[in-house]
């Protein structure tokens, strides 16, 4: 208890600071999309230390006056904000450690926010069909805390979900020669009109999405009966620096994890990239650093974003995989200045690959309609310019850590 009331005491300190700061610089106050002044919030972001969240902390620590409660397991990818004390935002931005699952903190942190932003999620394909308990869990059973602490104490909660919930297209079930497949109708993912549609229970694959599924059912009616301020974001394959792990450098040998770092990690090995099932599915992807302008609109517009479930993507990056392997391969290239391999691809089964129970969604595109209207959002980069500069990153990261690892064993 004593260590609750400290951590309690600690964030209030720290609230007292940021409001008397912000009444200060009261002659540069950043209006919102309707021209009124952005208060200072305090925001407990749960699953800081993540891909996304790093850089959601990034972009509010050094472009706005919000204070952030980072929770989460790990802190590696944030700690460039968290020390030294000397930071500009130093005092904007306080760690937790803790596993959502099981700590008594976590709704005295949400009870001291104004707005929480929950991350936290198993959400690497390869865990949906070997670890589906572990997704359901994490996906459903752990976001139920953080839906009633915020519906019962008046707390406006913007929830990640994920395009996953819309499944396979209509189109997908039409014969391959159907004109019909064509029609933007049987396959653009609108958030109010497009149906859910999943594989059969043994395909595991689907346990993530259902789960997510649920939940956003649970955030909706939570709204509807109880009034609780929600915002749904599904993301459409948001992709940039910091996602995941290079397996053997800074995650599990053995590890799988999404095709951005998969990809990145074949090339920084100069190993074929492998094409799942022939690398015929289709994804849009769109850069984090786009897609963190749109989240920061929907924190700084409550009036524009609360009640709406928004799709959040890049319609005009659309590839098949084989495409993404293709180009990805070129960037390295030259951002490199290593020549290619000789075979830069091979073809792998699903089920060598992934293990039983995978499935795939075929298609990808989001209609940007509701987006658009209620926040003005649209991506700018283009998937070239996003893998420059993503793949710059990874090899000035990687590269030489990724050498050594490869010379290490002849050295022994
Ligand atoms: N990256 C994308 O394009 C994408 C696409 C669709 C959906 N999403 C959703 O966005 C969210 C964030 O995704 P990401 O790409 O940043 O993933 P990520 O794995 O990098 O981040 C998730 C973070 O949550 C933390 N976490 C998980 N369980 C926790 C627990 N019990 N207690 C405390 N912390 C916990 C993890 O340690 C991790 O740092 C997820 O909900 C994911 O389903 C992301
Ligand atoms: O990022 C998203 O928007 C969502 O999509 C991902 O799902 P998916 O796009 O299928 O995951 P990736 O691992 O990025 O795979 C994309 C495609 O590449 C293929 N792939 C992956 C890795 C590889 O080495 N080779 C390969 O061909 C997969 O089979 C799949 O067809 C994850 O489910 C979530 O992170 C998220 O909800």
Excluded at 78 to 93: F, M, N, Q, T, V
Excluded at 215 to 226: F, K, P, Q, S, V
Excluded at 269 to 286: A, M, N, Y
Excluded at 376 to 382: E, I, M, Q, V, Y
Aim: glycine share 6%; hydrophobic share 35%; proline share 6%.
């Amino acid at each position: 208890i004593s260590h609750r009331i400290q951590s309690i005491r600690e964030i209030n300190l720290v609230r007292k600071v940021n409001t008397r700061r912000y009444r200060m610089s009261a002659s540069s106050v950043r209006v919102d999309l309707d021209g009124n002044p952005i208060k200072p919030l305090t925001i407990c972001m749960i699953g800081a230390g993540g891909f996304i969240g790093s850089h959601l902390c990034e972009k509010l620590m050094s472009e706005t006056q919000h204070t952030v409660l980072a929770v989460d397991v790990y802190n590696d990818k944030i700690k460039h904000l968290l020390e030294p004390d000397s930071l500009p935002w130093a005092g904007r931005i306080q760690f937790h450690r803790l596993n959502i699952k099981n700590d008594s903190r976590l709704e005295g942190l949400i009870k001291c926010s104004d707005l929480t932003v929950n991350l936290a999620a198993i959400c690497t394909p390869a865990d949906y069909n070997t670890r589906p308990l572990d997704t359901i869990y994490s996906n459903f059973i752990d976001a139920l805390p953080v839906v009633k602490y915020c519906s019962e104490n008046n707390k406006r909660l913007i929830h990640f979900s994920t395009c996953e919930v819309y499944g396979k297209t209509i189109g997908s079930f039409l014969p391959q020669d159907s004109p019909l497949r064509q029609d933007p109708a049987y396959y653009i993912l609108k958030e109010d009109t497009s149906p859910c549609i999943f594989g059969s229970i043994e395909k595991q694959r689907w346990s993530y999405a259902c789960a997510k599924q649920l939940i956003e059912r649970l955030i909706y009616a939570e709204g509807a009966e109880n009034g609780l301020e929600f915002t749904i974001v599904r993301p459409f394959n948001w992709i940039g620096p910091r996602m995941d792990f290079i397996p053997g450098i800074d995650g599990p040998s053995e590890g799988v994890p999404r095709v951005l770092a998969c990809f990145s990690n074949n090339l920084l090995r100069r190993e074929p990239l492998k094409l799942v099932d022939g690398g015929e599915s289709q994804r849009t992807f769109v850069y984090i650093k786009d897609a963190i302008e749109a989240v920061h609109l929907m924190i700084e517009n409550p009036a524009r974003a609360n009640g709406h479930i928004f799709n959040v993507g890049n319609p005009n990056n659309e590839v098949t995989v084989r495409q993404l392997a293709e180009m990805m391969t070129e960037v390295y290239a030259k951002v490199s200045g290593e020549d290619s391999i000789e075979t830069p691809t091979i073809d792998v089964s699903s089920k060598e690959f992934y293990g039983e129970g995978y499935d795939d969604s075929d298609k990808r595109i989001p209609d940007m309609t509701i987006i658009n209207k209620q926040l003005g959002w649209d991506p700018k980069t283009s998937l070239w310019d996003l893998l420059e500069s993503t793949l710059t990153y990874q090899h000035r990261t990687y590269a030489e850590a990724v050498r050594q690892s490869i010379a290490k064993p002849l050295a022994n």
